[in-house]
Each structure stands twice: as structure tokens, then as C-alpha cells.
């Protein structure tokens, strides 16, 4: 990422969140108290593509009750002078309409197409706003038409870089899953082992009918596969995934008739290791 870039992202990060640094102090920067609602625009850099409707209808009773705190950041419309062009808060903006507002409260920022699509992204994601495929669209678009590489994404975004690679691969998924994903009925975990796997879609909606977890699916591709596996006792299974969620790291557990076996913990680099090592002496 260039400096220029990492520059503009912090000016557009600190205007919009109040972040009391020097940066704040922008010349670019102007307040305005309120806009017609028609004098916005959808900002085309958004990811956010779903807006929860019973959300909505609760943001719109609140703000006919107590009104817009929080103003809507903006930039001036390149393409209509006069008008502008949401960063953030295209919710409220949603909600205000719906409330009957004809004016809404805006701060306008000076951010190019690059610090709009960091800006809305990086808001989004704070807030868990964004749905699996939403947050993937976000990094493709930052990748493909802003030739950042995974690891500036991933500075960027406080994720590992893994974690950016992982959900930009859920894009290569078959449209019916990518479906499931954007409505919630499948989760990117349950999602990420189906990739690339020939008879995706069936897996998927099996997973969805039969609620299999994360680590299920894993299992069940294997089999599918062709790949014969030992099928691991209910109880077993739980433990396993008890054990990944308490440490944060892979487990696998191999239970012999007699009740004997091994608990295999993977790590992927020294951090990794030394918390293991330090778990298992801990007096």
C-alpha cells in the first residue's frame, strides 16, 4: 500500500470517527448542518448490499423519536455538482426516509474512490455489519480495481492475512451457496471446506437441512471424497470441538475401542507453540 493511501485512509478514519488526532484538522474537511435527503446518493464503493428490514423499521421509530445523532458522512457528487455521495451511514439514511425526514444532519469529507471504499469497509466490519460474501466482494474490489495485495488488505483491515485469502475464496464458491451465504443459512466456516469440491451444492444443502457444524462439514467432504474415515463418536466430536474453541487452534482426537488414544494439537508457528507449551505446564 502506498503512503498516500495509508495517509488518506487515516484523514477519511479520523474525520468519521472522531478520532482527536492532528489528522482531524483537514482543511478538506466541512461541516454542514443538514441536506435534503434527495441530495444523496448510494456510495457505488459500499459493500453492504443487505440491510436487515425489522432493523430498519427499529432505527426509523428511534429516529422519528430522537432524530439522527450521529451525522451522515459525505463526499461531494464528482458527477452532480450540488449533491452527494454516502460514505458511511447509508443506514441511517434508509431509516430517515422511512421516518419521513426531508433533511439529515452530514459531515462532508474530501476522500478519493479508494479512501470511500477503505472508509465504508473498514466501518462496516467494525460493526459486523458486512455478511461473508459482502466482506469478500469488499477486498476483491480493493484488490482487482485498486491493486492492493493480500497483505496490504490485511493491514489494513487488523485481519490476518489467512483470514483475507480465505474469505476471498468463498467468491469461487457456486452461486446457490454464495445465495445461502448472503441470507445466513450457511456460515463461512461451514462454507470454506466445500470449496472446490465437485458436488458443493449437495453437500451444502445437506449441511443447512441437518445443521452440521464447521468441523462436521470438514469430515463429511472427506468422506465424499472417497476418502474413507473413521467416524468419531458423538461425544467425541464435541469434546474435539470444545477443545478448538477453548485453545483456538486445530484439534483432532483418535479414541481406540478400548477407550485409548491421542489428542493431536496443531499449531502453526512458535506463538502457537508456546501457548501450548505454556497451557500444558501451567501449574
Known sequence: MSPNKKKG?????????????????NPKKEE???????????????????FNEEKLKELSNSIKQNGIIQPIAVRPNKNDPGKYEI???????LAAQKA????????????????SLEVAIVENIQRDDLNPVEEARGYKRLSEEFKYDHESISKLMSK????????????????????????GSLTSG????????????QIAEEVVAKNYSARKVEYLVKTKKGKPIKTLDANILKAQENLEKKLGLKVNISNRKNNSGKVIIEYKDLEQFELIHDLL???
Open 9 to 25: 485512509l487515516g484523514r477519511g478514519l479520523s474525520a468519521l470517527f472522531g478520532d482527536q488526532t492532528s489528522e482531524v484538522k
Open 32 to 50: 454542514l448542518n443538514s441536506v435534503l435527503i434527495s441530495d444523496l446518493s448510494r456510495n457505488p464503493y459500499q459493500p453492504r448490499e443487505i
Open 87 to 93: 460514505i458511511a451511514g447509508e443506514r441511517r439514511w
Open 100 to 115: 419521513g425526514l426531508h433533511k439529515v444532519p452530514v459531515t462532508i469529507l474530501d476522500l478519493s474512490d479508494v479512501e
Open 160 to 183: 490476518s492475512r489467512s483470514h483475507i485469502s480465505n474469505m476471498m475464496r468463498l467468491l469461487t464458491l457456486p452461486p446457490d451457496i454464495i445465495s445461502m451465504l448472503e441470507e
Open 190 to 201: 461451514q462454507a470454506r471446506p466445500l470449496i472446490g469440491i465437485s458436488n458443493a451444492s
Open 281 to 283: 505446564t501451567k501449574s
